[in-house]
């Protein structure tokens, strides 16, 4: 079993950047397949970015690509999601995702969640 914590949220104008952390408690942490999603006041909750065990396989949403960059430390136990060019609908709470997984592949769906950090973008 895993936790996860986020940190990193806040306030920014449009056009600013934000790096999310994603804190993963155990020391197997690094066998676990990643992901970010966000949820929108209204909205369903999308996927945004995943990474694979070791890093070297990577997914974005076609909304952030390009401007979002997810990454991990597996000797930190820690994912990051950097966000450039942030825009107002990228508003939303972001949450973490973790997915034991014997393969180095992109996961879809996730068994353990964080308990979200806000993302505010102001026009």
């Known amino acids: 079993q895993v936790q996860l914590v986020e940190s990193g949220g806040g306030l920014v104008q449009a056009g600013g950047s934000l790096r999310l952390s994603c804190a993963a408690s155990g020391r197997t942490a690094s066998r676990y397949a990643m992901g970010w999603f966000r949820q929108a006041p209204g909205k369903e909750r999308e996927s945004v970015a995943a990474i694979s065990r070791s890093g070297m396989r990577t997914y974005y949403a076609d909304s952030v690509k390009g401007r979002f960059t997810i990454s991990r430390d597996n000797a930190k136990n820690t994912v990051y999601l950097q966000m450039n060019s942030l825009k107002p609908e990228d508003t939303a709470v972001y949450y973490c995702?973790?997915?034991?997984?014997?393969?180095?592949?992109?996961?879809?769906?996730?068994?353990?969640w964080g308990q979200g950090t806000q993302v505010t973008v102001s026009s």
């Open positions: 995702a973790a997915r034991y997984s014997d393969l180095d592949v992109i996961i879809r769906e996730y068994d353990y």
